[in-house]
T-cell receptor, first 119, second 110 residues
């Protein structure tokens, strides 16, 4: 079974609709992230969470909200979808770098992605 | 602010060597990471450099020069399956998260 799963894998919705993208992980990681990917723009961070009680905005949080229901679950909601939110959405998880005095390495593990089309 | 620059596209032939460069501007720099993403797939971790110098992992190597705010990914003995997008990313302690470059699309031809 995949360590990081996302549902749905594909979604078509209409402008103004509320939708939720879900992410689950079995890696036991505390940190979870939501990114969107647009052609030529790489991965841009929407929201991130370092534990169940911690939620932080990323670069492009406007129009999105998140919920960290448990260590293993992190959901992304589009309250009122608009066409420019059409993109590929990735969830990722990581463990915090552990060396004292500074991070050693943070490897992020990505889910398979959700392709969202807003009409 | 933080920014990373890498070429948008690189083309090479099978068996060749290719270098993908990345320059960055960030505060509180801790290290440079590289991720690979095949079309339709998820990004996967390739390498990480925290210290200056070359790190080798099989056919892939990654280099960092902190004084120049520069790094590169070196792919040797290119194979068709290496055709993918490659992203550099900086782990910035001030933000506690990875910031990704826009990606370099590598096309390997026979």
């Amino acid at each position: 079974d995949a360590d990081v799963t996302q549902t749905p894998r594909n979604r078509i919705t209409k402008t103004g609709k509320r939708i939720m993208l879900e992410c689950s992980q079995t890696k036991g990681h505390d940190r979870m992230y939501w990114y969107r990917q647009d052609p030529g723009l790489g991965l841009r961070l929407i929201y991130y969470s370092f534990d169940v009680k911690d939620i932080n905005k990323g670069e492009i949080s406007d129009g999105y909200s998140v919920s960290r229901q448990a260590q293993a679950k992190f959901s992304l909601s589009l309250e009122s979808a608009i066409p420019n939110q059409t993109a590929l959405y990735f969830c990722a998880t990581s463990d915090p770098p552990g060396l004292a005095g500074g991070p050693a390495e943070e490897t992020q593990y990505f889910g398979p992605g959700t392709r969202l089309l807003v009409l | 602010g933080q920014s990373l620059e890498q070429p948008s596209e690189v083309t090479a032939v099978e068996g060749a060597i290719v270098q993908i460069n990345c320059t960055y501007q960030t505060s509180g720099f801790y290290g440079l990471s590289w991720y690979q993403q095949h079309d339709g797939g998820a990004p996967t971790f390739l390498s990480y450099n925290a210290l200056d110098g070359l790190e080798e992992t099989g056919r892939f190597s990654s280099f960092l020069s902190r004084s120049d705010s520069y790094g590169y990914l070196l792919l040797q003995e290119l194979q068709m399956k290496d055709s993918a997008s490659y992203f550099c990313a900086v782990f910035s302690g001030g933000y506690n998260k990875l910031i990704f470059g826009a990606g370099t699309r590598l096309a390997v031809h026979p």
